[in-house]
């Protein structure tokens, strides 16, 4: 599959806040969400934010789906974390290679780092993606306040 994958840009605001209604109202995302937040973070991946980026998958121009990333340093790892926060594939491309092409991506963009991300434990495909692109489970429990 001949997938482009590019930083996203205001041009794709429609696209994406779609897209993060349809994942944040799916069964992959603990938080619903609200549009507020929708908009705050779409407007920190376009603009000179050094903590976040956002990226769009494109087959033939048309989307298929984006990510977004927030940036950290581990001191438990000791060196610079990348969060992947959200990836999210419309349905009818899923399985067909973009979420390893994405994965490609960033380990050739991104080099020394660790990559972070959650999952639901209930979306066994991605975490079968996961696990074969080399990510391990972390015995955690997270908390929020």
Request: glycine share 8%; hydrophobic share 35%; net charge negative.
């Amino acid at each position: 599959m001949n997938i482009k994958i590019r930083g996203m840009h205001e041009c794709d605001r429609e696209d994406v806040l779609s897209m993060m209604k349809t994942f944040y109202s799916s069964p992959a995302v603990y938080t619903e969400g609200s549009e507020n937040i929708f908009i705050n973070d779409f407007n920190s991946c376009v603009s000179e934010s050094p903590y976040s980026e956002g990226y769009i998958f494109e087959k033939d121009e048309e989307v298929c789906g984006y990510s977004m990333l927030s940036k950290s340093f581990s001191t438990e790892f000791g060196k610079p974390c990348i969060w992947i926060e959200d990836i999210f594939i419309k349905e009818g491309f899923r399985g067909k290679g973009i979420g390893k092409e994405y994965f490609d991506f960033l380990g050739k963009k991104y080099t020394d780092v660790i990559f972070r991300l959650e999952v639901q434990k209930e979306n066994t495909a991605a975490i079968h993606l996961y696990k074969k692109e080399g990510f391990d489970i972390l015995p955690y429990i997270e908390m929020k306040k």
